[in-house]
């Protein structure tokens, strides 16, 4: 089991940047590839990125590709997502997930543990 906690959203204008944070604890973080996931009202949750175990390959969604960035920190026990150039339909809150598995994954229900979410707005 893992324990995930995220920070670092808020309210930016258009263009704007933001690092989100997530701080993981358990015995199983060091091998779980984790992922980043939004969810704007009214709508489903939404995919963005996600990274290796070890860090070594990370996957975006097309929307956030060059955009954002993904990386993480075993030393810290640390995960973070870099969101650059950031633009009005990026409003969501934003989780940070822990997968059971190693591998980056795309897919939602491959995640077994999750944040509690982080409020990022971006004006127009």
């Known amino acids: 089991q893992v324990q995930l906690i995220e920070s670092g959203g808020g309210l930016v204008q258009a263009g704007g940047s933001l690092r989100l944070s997530c701080v993981a604890s358990?015995?199983?973080?060091?091998?779980?590839?984790m992922g980043w996931f939004r969810q704007a009202p009214g709508k489903e949750r939404e995919f963005v990125s996600s990274?290796?175990?070890?860090?070594?390959?990370?996957v975006y969604a097309y929307s956030v590709k060059g955009r954002f960035t993904i990386s993480r920190d075993h030393t810290k026990n640390m995960v973070y997502l870099q969101m650059n150039s950031l633009k009005p339909e990026d409003t969501a809150v934003y989780f940070c997930?822990?997968?059971?598995?190693?591998?980056?994954?795309?897919?939602?229900?491959?995640?077994?543990?999750w944040g509690q979410g982080t409020q990022v707005t971006v004006s127009s």
């Open positions: 997930a822990a997968r059971f598995g190693s591998q980056a994954s795309v897919r939602s229900i491959d995640y077994r543990d």
């Open positions: 358990g015995r199983t973080f060091s091998n779980s590839a």
């Open positions: 990274i290796s175990w070890n860090g070594d390959n990370s």
